[in-house]
């Protein structure tokens, strides 16, 4: 009797489980190997034409030699199976060493890997790895952040990695145009509250959503996702970005 019991239970959690991954694919409505990011994208309502994923991390409080920091591009770009198209590029000064090591995932993930090292007063010195991936086709991202963060972990440690979509519109969004864009992408990321500030050329809101992984902390708050509009004058053209769980700093 018991052991009838116990099969019921199991077959109940199975059809559980099943029924679960069913729901969230049906109202989501994104492939269970996408990554969510993509779903708010799909309201923006334009081309993706831009997939970059970037990293950065600073490794220690020691100075390393271009040779030290070669040997850790090597062993990255070894776990990596980075094809390289290029002699990685490197130098040493009295405070400052760097080596760049550029390369291909396939056809379509462009990776470029760097560490920097400097030395500042009072002897103090910083230590950095970086990587920036674009990618060609979003059939790819999971997949390639996956590949990052398995090929990163064991040789730097936990590496935290932030994923941008882009896009561009012809012509210029006004401040009401852009936030109630922003508000139909929050709102298929089940955002429940969001702030941000937008003036007639650029715009950007900040926002936690459940669906997303990773977290900065801005003022005291964390915050996982972000979208922003940047109207480019001289192309006559709006350049909107989503990103989690930040945007790359030049944008």
Known sequence: MFKRFLRKMLFSLCFLLLFTMR????TFSVALNDHPLLAGWERVGIPLDE???E???KLNQEFMKATE?????TKLGQRLKLKTVAPPLQGDELDFSYVTLEGELGEQVQVVITLQSICGEANLAETFCGVIAMLDSKENLAETLLR???SFEPVVGEFPLALMLGGVQPGKLSEGEAYHLMKSVFERL????S???ADWEYGSWSAWSNLLDGKVVRQGKAINLEF???YEEADDQTRIALASPTLPGYF
């Open 195 to 197: 702030s941000g500030v």
């Open 148 to 150: 990052l963060e398995r």
């Open 228 to 230: 922003t509009y940047r």
């Open 69 to 73: 920091l070669g040997e850790l591009a």
């Open 23 to 26: 729901y969230v694919d049906l």
């Open 190 to 193: 089940q955002v429940a509250e």
């Open 55 to 57: 990293g950065w991390k």
């Open 51 to 53: 997939i970059e994923i």
